[in-house]
């Protein structure tokens, strides 16, 4: 396992835990079975972009239920990404403290549920 590989799993088992509650097993198994193919090489375009990039569609199916369309699952992916910049500023580090984010993706998986009930 190369840095960045070992970088992004240390990311996405905090992020996964602190959101949805995953262990450590199941971000390995999802991330071999998604990205193994990218993660292996040090060198990977996949590097461009940051761990949350990679784990919003994921995540946005595990927070939120039944169907929803693809503009709604962009849009909250997008949310969630400019909610952790806004945040940390930093989009490729581990911070201290997740919980200020699960904060803000709990609020705005409250205002997509009290959108789509408007309609």
Do not use: C
């Not at 390995?28 to 996949?46: H, R, S, V």
């Not at 761990?51 to 699952?73: C, F, H, Q």
């Not at 992916?77 to 400019?82: E, P, T, V």
């Amino acid at each position: 396992m190369n840095d960045s590989h070992a970088r992004y799993i240390e990311i996405w088992n905090a992020i996964f835990y602190t959101l949805v509650n995953w262990s450590s097993e199941r971000v390995l198994k999802w991330a071999d079975e998604k990205y193994t193919q990218y993660l292996i090489d040090p060198n990977d375009m996949f590097y461009h972009e940051s761990p949350l990039y990679w784990a919003t569609d994921t995540l946005v199916s595990e927070l939120i239920t039944g169907k929803m369309n693809s503009r709604d699952r962009i849009d909250l992916s997008h949310s969630m990404l400019d909610a952790y910049w806004d945040l940390y500023h930093d989009m490729y580090t581990l911070p201290k403290d997740l919980i200020p984010f699960k904060i803000q993706v709990e609020l705005i998986i409250k205002q997509y549920h009290e959108k789509i009930n408007e309609h």
